[in-house]
């Protein structure tokens, strides 16, 4: 009970991937497991939730999470209620949030709807952890979560403004940092600005991409290397920091 990522696994992480969208998930599973990566594989609609938990049951690396993606709201969000009896098998949830790349206000409407319902439902457990998306739309993301939320928040490729970081931080969230973050200036320094003990990574594989290839959890070594130049740490020092942070995030009881 008393074992640590640094004893028993790679020491790297992956808190955002889409495990469900690979070919073979069966042989990837197989793969993050004999790479010991801590992986959060995330999950767009109730639907297809119980495919991946049952990829996930005999994996020491792997974590279902249950979620509703923004831009599957239009056409799934009837799957809602579907979700609530899923939060009761897993303590994962993910991807949620907001996309205001969507422009039509119907559409944002029935998105904060659902997110805001979410997020009360997880609140009632207490030990929730949230991957989520925010895409144009980290200050409706923040203020629908709130400061003080009974769980773990992670914001996912956060690309919001300085301003809506420094709110985020504020109140206690983590940010998970990706192959395309790191290729981006904005996101660079965005990094830059997130105080250590809060940044997590991740590869959002396979809507992005690492070395040409849709992105695995292994390639969470190469996000570590990016991170450890705007730290001037060596990645080993800047591995042990993230997977440290992932153990404090996930332990449970008071923080
Ligand atoms: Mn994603």
Redesign the pocket.
Known sequence: MSTTIEQDGSGYVDT?F?LDLFPDPAALVAEIDEARVETIA?T?APSVFPHTQSLARNSRFVRAAVGL?PELVATHGRELERMWPFLDETRFVG?IGLDYVIGDPANRKAQKDVFAQIIERCARYGDKILTV?SRRAASDVTSTVGDGFPGKVIL??FSGSRRELERAIGYGFYFSVGPAMVRSKNGLGLLAAMPRDRVLTET?GP?VQAGGKPAKPSDAAGVIGAISKIWREQPEVTKFVVSQNYTQMTALGPS
């Open positions: 955002h889409h995330v767009n993606h991807e998306h996912h490729w959002d809507f």
